[in-house]
């Protein structure tokens, strides 16, 4: 269980960041590469998704297994809409 008091804490440090320089350092500071890889991958799962991809595709252009392809689609359907508020502000 994530604690709600340090989560909302890491999302106001992650608000207080100005520019793509100081996301990426900040990123690149509290995530080992595993985790920051990690990340990248699920968002461009997410971004492919979005654009209507099959999971056959996406699992080659991202090297994602079937299974977080199918992780990612749930939470883009079913979950906190995080995903998809970022993927239509990315889209203005």
């Not at 199918?70 to 508020?85: D, E, I, P, Q």
């Amino acid at each position: 269980m994530v604690n709600p008091k340090a989560k909302a804490e890491l999302c106001h440090a992650i608000l207080s960041l100005k520019t793509e320089e100081e996301c990426s350092a900040f990123l690149d500071d509290i995530c080992s590469i595993r985790e920051l890889q990690d990340l990248v991958q699920r968002y461009s799962v997410a971004v492919l998704l979005d654009t209507g991809e099959n999971y056959q595709e996406i699992s080659k252009a991202t090297g994602a297994s079937t299974a977080t392809i199918s992780r990612v689609s749930r939470c883009l359907n079913y979950g906190s809409s995080g995903y998809r508020t970022v993927l239509n502000r990315r889209k203005k």
